[in-house]
């Protein structure tokens, strides 16, 4: 079964850098119209490439979504050397950069990222594109669930599940996008403020205990 997207191993260079070329292409024409309205042809015009030239790239539109989630996640998987040197072996201060840098890269692609979340399900029952999505998924899983395993290890996080936690924390910093109308007056800075409140415990008021309500 070939990859969605299409290598030419004669040049990797260009054929990264078209791809990316594409990808932003593609976060234009999605922040302008729904992924069922844009059509290649639109993209690649929008890309500035010729229309038949865009399939050495992809096999058809569906391709688009994986191109869109492969270079999220990429850059998200790129920013982690750097954040791990900055936080210095401390899992707390990583996970909280891991998550910032997370909601930065969706903020950056708005639109796009509401479209790939709403089509993702549609996507993952295609057998062809299956595996290419628990690639990327498991990369992105990788990038939140290291730091939680090297905090629970250095005994300053506590947690039971660790697929619950990403997956919570996931929705934490998706919300920025998919909740955008109802957040249309709400500033980046304190959604991220709200949400890393959540995270460091700091959303009750200091020294309030309250029940889980399951025999607690």
């Known amino acids: ?6 290598a030419q191993p004669q040049d990797e260079a260009l054929v990264k850098a078209r791809r990316r070329q594409i990808f932003l292409a593609a976060c234009r024409v999605l922040a302008r119209k729904s992924f069922h309205e844009a059509t290649v042809r639109e993209l690649a015009l929008e890309a500035g490439l010729a229309a038949g030239s865009i399939y050495l790239y992809l096999h058809g539109k ?19 050397p750097a954040i791990r040197a900055r ?10 950069e891991v998550m ?9 692609y708005r639109e796009a990222f509401t479209v790939l979340h709403h089509e993702v399900r549609y996507l993952a029952r295609r057998p062809r594109y299956r595996a290419a999505l628990d690639r990327i998924v498991g ?33 934490l910093c998706a919300g920025w996008a998919t909740g955008a109308n ?15 409140a959540l995270v460091e415990g ?10 889980s309500g399951h025999g607690d």
């Not at 910032?100 to 950056?108: E, K």
């Not at 669930?145 to 924390?169: N, Q």
């Open 1 to 6: 079964m070939p990859e969605p997207l299409r």
């Open 202 to 211: 700091r959303f009750f008021a200091h020294g309030e205990t309250v029940s």
């Open 139 to 171: 990369q992105y899983f990788s990038a939140v669930a290291d730091a939680l395993e090297r905090g629970r290890g250095a005994g300053v996080l506590r947690f039971e599940d660790k697929r619950s936690v990403v997956e919570a924390i996931h929705m």
């Open 100 to 108: 910032r840098t997370v909601l930065d890269v969706i903020d950056r």
């Open 182 to 196: 109802y957040l249309r007056n709400t500033g980046k800075e304190t959604y991220w403020r709200e949400i890393a």
């Open 62 to 80: 569906d391709d688009i979504l994986i191109l869109v989630a492969e270079s999220m996640v990429a850059e998200l998987v790129e920013s982690l």
């Open 87 to 96: 936080t210095l072996d401390d899992p707390r201060r990583e996970l909280l």
